[in-house]
C-alpha cells in the first residue's frame, strides 16, 4: 500500500492541531512519526483511522482519494492500528480476541473455532509473532498481549499498520523482539506507521523519520542521515543535551527505610509483597520495572495516598506507614506522582494556586485564617522564573498549560519546601526532550544538595542514566539490586522475571496474587 497525506488540516477552534500536513508512506516501508507531547501525531492518526475528520486535505491509497467516516472504513481499506492502550478482553482466548467481530462461521452460523486457531498459527508463523491461540489473554506478558493486537490488524488483512507508542510498557528484550517483528512486515511488503518518541527506536527501526513540531511536518529524514542530536534540535527547535550530566553519588546515612512491606492494590490482592528497601542522603535509587508491578503501590504507600497492609516505612527513624498524606508533607517528603492530572494537580484552578496546594493554609500564604493573596502571587512569580514554566500569567489554569509545563508545576511546588525523601515516579512519562531534559537536571540537583531520591520509572534508558543504585521490581517483589554498570541486557532479563545470573530461571513470582485479609483497598 502506497499512502498519501495531502495539506491535511484539523482545527479546534482556535488551535490548528495539524497544518497542512503532507506525509508519504512506501509499500514495505517502516516510517517512524516522530515529535514532542502536542506536536500533532496522534490527531493526524486519527484522521487517517476514521476517528476524527479533517477540515482541509486529503487521503490517498495508491493514488485513489479516500475519506473515512469512521474505523471500519478505514479497516476496509486496509489500514489496522495497535493503540497504546490494548484493546483486548482480558478473559477471552487469543483466537476469540483476533477474530472479534469477524468470526467465521459454520453453518447454521456457529464459530468455526479450527478455522481461526488455523488462521492465527498461519499468521504466527509467517511473521514470527508467537502466539498460541487457546492461551487466555489476561494471563500472557504484556509483550505477547501487543502481537495479539497486531493479529488483529493482520487477521483482517491489515496492509498499513499504525504502531501507537507501541514499546511504553515493553521490556527491552520485548522490544527487540517487536521490531523483529516489524522488520518481518515490512520484507513481506506490509507498510508500518510507527509513532513513538524515543530516538534510539527511531534510529534502529525506521526506514524514513518525519518529524512535526506544532502541528507541521517540519522535516523527513533517514537514520543514515540525521543522529539523536538532529532529531530532538528538529522537534524542539533548539538543541538540546540528551545526556544526563552528573557525578558520583556521595550517599550519607539512610533516610528512607521500608522493610516487610505489603500493600494491596484496589481488588483487594497483593501489589507490594514483602519489600525491603533502603535510600540514603545523596543519593538516586531508582526502581525499574514493566509498568503493573507494584511500582504505583509502592510509591503511594511511600507518600501516604495507599493504605499498608504490613511493613514498616520510616523516614529518619519516624513511622509513615498508614499515616496521611500530610504527615508525610510534613515529615520532609516530596512527591511527584506519575499522573499529574489526575493526582499532581487541580486542573481548573490558577498556576499559583497549584502551587502552593499542600501548603496553601500556612505562613506566609496564610495569616490567622485569611490567604495572603500577596504572597502567592509573589511565590508563584518567582516560581515560574526559577523553574522556567513557561505560561502566559499566574493566573491562567493549570490546565492550559502543555505537558511539560504542568510537570514543572509539580516540580516547583514540591521542591520549594524543606525536602529530606523525593518520590518522583514516571517524572517524564509524555515530556517532549526539551522537558525531560530540564526535570532530570532538577532530579539530579536534588540529590546533589543531600537529599535521598527514589525514582520509579519504566523507561530503563531512564533508570540507566539517573540511578546510582537500581532496584528491579517484578510482580510486586525486588527481585535484586544492582550497579547500573550491570547493563541493560541483564536488567532486561530481571524486569522479565528471569534470574539473569544463568538467564533462564523465573525470578520470585506467584501463580497468582494472593488476596489480603480486610478491605485491603486504599483508604
Known sequence: MRLELRGVTKRYGSLVANDHVDLTVEPGEIHCL???NGAGKSTLMNVLFGMVRSDEGEIRID????????????VAHGIGMVHQHFMLVPVFTVAENVVLGFEPTRPLGFLDRRRARADIRRLSEQFGLAVEPDAVVEDLPVGVQQRVEILKALQRDARLLI?????????????????AIVRSLAAAGRSVLFITHKLKEVLSVADRITVMRLGRVVGTTTAAESGESELATMM???????????G?????????????LTVADE??????????????????????????????????????????????????GQELAGRSPDVAIAAGVANVPEDRQVDGLVLAMTVEDNLVLDIFDRAPFARHGARDLAAVRANAEARLVDFDIRAPSPVVSVGSLSGGNQQKVVVARELSRPVKLLVASQPTRGLDVGSIEYVHRRIVEERDRGVAVLIISSELDEVLALGDRVAVMYRGRITGVVDPGAGRDRIGLMMAGVDA????????????????AGDGGAP
Do not use: C, M, W, Y
Not at 278 to 291: D, S, Y
Not at 501 to 516: F, L, Y
Open 501 to 516: 545470573t544463568d538467564g533462564d530461571r523465573p525470578g520470585p513470582e506467584a501463580p497468582g496474587p494472593p488476596a489480603v
Open 63 to 74: 493514488g485513489e482519494p479516500v475519506r473515512f467516516a469512521d474505523p471500519g472504513e478505514a
Open 163 to 179: 504502531l501507537d507508542e507501541p514499546t511504553a510498557v515493553l521490556t527491552p528484550q520485548e522490544s527487540e523482539a517487536l521490531f
Open 267 to 316: 481488588r483487594g490482592l497483593v501489589a507490594v509483597d514483602g519489600v525491603d528497601l533502603t535510600v540514603r542522603a545523596g543519593e538516586i535509587l531508582a526502581v525499574a520495572g514493566v509498568q503493573g508491578n507494584g511500582q504505583t503501590e509502592l510509591a503511594e504507600a511511600i507518600t501516604g495516598l495507599r493504605a499498608v497492609v504490613s511493613g514498616s516505612i520510616r523516614l529518619d
Open 236 to 246: 524542539v527547535g533548539r538543541e538540546v543535551e540528551l545526556v544526563v550530566h552528573k
Open 34 to 36: 516522530l515529535g514532542e
Open 248 to 260: 558520583p553519588a556521595h550517599p550519607g546515612a539512610a533516610v528512607l527505610e521500608i522493610s516487610g
